[in-house]
């Protein structure tokens, strides 16, 4: 007796289950999964959050609009799942997005997570977005699924090193980096931009992620006398950095990638970080076309600023939904070569994508610190 | 040649802290025959502590001098470390004291991952920014950039070494301490109470270590969980390359370190026509060691250590 009731209930949690995955809601509309991943614990995750705010915003605004796609009336639910930053947990949680009958995913946050992840989401057939995976290897895996809404690190370290030489000036120039994957893969790529816009590169010097000192190859670089320091790597070493090259007597310019335009740079670099360049991809978010907008709207349902990428969020979860209304089917095969032809006017510009998935014309935006902040400076790319 | 001047400063300063932090090592290794791995987190601790009391400080008493910070700072971090010291030693060493040799080694490890975590809980995983409280000064040097903080690193370092050698070789109690190093069981016979030496060596090594951490933490303005790790190896591998169990050794072996380093980064690649790297530095110094124990096992300095064991 006592068997057959539990089997009972155990058939109908099943059942419930089921249900659950692909069920209806109360008013009858069908009920699509979007997936998103960040890392939602861990020494980021206030980046990760505030990337599932983001794209959270687009599903509830999407959702206000009591959209019909192919006569029958849609209500989108996001999916998240934590990744950890890490590589291995991102595979897995990106297998258990796609055993949820998701129809796209938007995520991840960081490349490292991105990368092993998109094999898998490609396997799959499911549409993915990056917010904010800048590496390379990304979209040139020939993944007809990987996309991003971000301008990658080929693209930001062609526009740094255009600026180096045609804007700041500078010929005889210096690169150090942190051999890491973003490190290096920036570095090469503003070597040859540096080549290409008649630069010369005096020397290529290396460091790693657990230094702090960097005096002797500062001092070598300093007997070439450098126009510019170019920095590929992080703001924990260059903030330290920064200090030595003022303590060496160094006069040369400092440039770095986004990785460094952060606060914690300020902190650790105090007073000598004074004069520093470092980019990042896109607008600042005031000059973006919905910015200013978009972050009263965050803040009233949030209670709590913008981190970094929410905007990239939102706009990549509403790229996707376009695509579906535009393909009139939420089936990721149907509506993926939509996605690929997107043409989307969002908060952070304009969206479109190249026959790689990479962002058309994406935007990198310079800034200096001056009086102890960032100074917007201008933005290079975009227009297209 | 003011390149050089300047690859042969960095390296005296890069070298005295590790020379510090190798004495640590050394006196242990001396009188213990034990490698104590969990000594470069406590340059870590020391760090930290220093850190914790300046901030501290600065936000309750921004008027007070920064000579009276520093040596309240100082203090407290010479404390801790001491008092830390003394606990890792009585309560994880001493009780395998005749355990076999792999025992107590990897209990050191052990506890080196222990502090490190422990530190990362307290202190969180994010580098700390070290607040400047003296005005940095630049100064030129046989055509190199010195900065006030760098010729005090070399001061200090080189008080406190010379203050150790004249308690190891002119005080009574360094004479307990070679004593004990000689032969626990003997120096036990002539009422020397080994387990005091022991535990008073292992404080002078920690406070050694607190002082490196604060000169560190002072040079680079940063600190954090992790930095202990990576320079306890190096203080390692210094005190081996200049004779381990050997005073003198640890000094000269720290000193050259320090050199390797900032001339092998500075001039490998101009050496090999740019086939090698600056990121060959650490492999660098790691290939001078290697080629010195070939032809000298016992390190520089360390002839005694061999007989003895």
Known sequence: MILKRSLAIVVAAMVVAGCGAESETSDGKQIINIGHVGPLTGPISHLGKDNERGAGLAVDEANELDLVIDGIPIQFRLLSEDDEANPQKATVVAQKLVDSNIVGVVGHLNSGTTIPASTIYFNSGIPQVSPSATAITYTHQDYQTAHRVMANDEQQGKVLGDYAVKTLGAMGIAIIDDRSAYGKGLADEFESAIKDAGGKILTREFTDITKTDFTAILTKIKGLNPDLIFYGGMDSQAGPMMKQIKNLGLTSLFLAGDGVQTTQFMVLAGAEGEGAYASSPGLPLDQMAGGKEFREKFKQIYREDIQLYAPYAYDATFVMINAMMRANSTDPAIYLPFLRNTDFPGVTGRIRFDERGDLRGGSISLYQVVEGKWQYVETIGGAD | ?309
């Not at chain 2, 004495?23 to 914790?52: D, K, P, Q």
């Not at chain 2, 381990?244 to 001039?267: D, K, Q």
Request: hydrophobic residues 55%; positive net charge.
């Open chain 2, 1 to 309: 040649m003011d390149i050089f001047a300047q690859q042969v400063l960095n390296g005296l300063v890069l070298g005295s802290v590790y020379a510090l932090v190798a004495l640590g090592y050394t006196m242990v290794y001396g009188i213990l025959g034990l490698i104590n791995f969990a000594h470069g987190e406590v340059v870590m601790i020391g760090a930290m502590i220093a850190l914790a009391v300046v901030s501290a400080l600065l936000s309750v008493f921004p008027e007070m001098s920064p000579f009276l910070m520093i040596a309240l700072a100082g203090t407290a971090a010479i404390l801790v470390c001491m008092s830390l010291a003394f606990f890792i030693e009585r309560l994880a060493y001493r009780p395998l004291r005749n355990a076999p040799r792999l025992a107590p080694l990897i209990t050191a490890i052990g506890i080196s991952i222990l502090l490190q975590n422990i530190a990362m809980i307290i202190w969180g995983r994010k580098y700390k920014t070290v607040p400047q409280i003296f005005p940095t000064e630049t100064f030129e040097l046989f055509g190199a950039n010195i900065t006030s903080v760098q010729i005090f690193i070399i001061t200090v370092s080189a008080l406190l070494m010379a203050g150790l050698l004249v308690i190891v070789h002119f005080t009574k109690l360094g004479r307990a301490m070679r004593a004990t190093s000689e032969s626990q069981r003997v120096a036990g016979l002539m009422g020397i109470n080994v387990n005091k030496i022991i535990s008073v060596t292992f404080m002078i090594g920690a406070g050694l270590a607190a002082v490196a951490g604060i000169l560190i933490a002072g040079n680079y303005s940063v600190a954090h969980y992790s930095m202990g790790f990576m320079l306890g190896l190096k203080a390692f591998t210094a005190a081996v390359l200049g004779g381990i169990g050997n005073l003198g050794g640890a000094v000269l072996g720290g000193l050259l370190l320090g050199l390797i380093e900032s001339i092998g980064a500075g001039y490998i690649g101009d050496l090999t026509g740019g086939f090698l790297g600056s990121h060959y530095q650490d492999v660098f110094a790691f290939v001078v060691l290697i080629v010195v124990l070939v032809f000298r096992p016992t390190g520089i300095m360390g002839e005694r250590v061999s007989e003895r064991a």
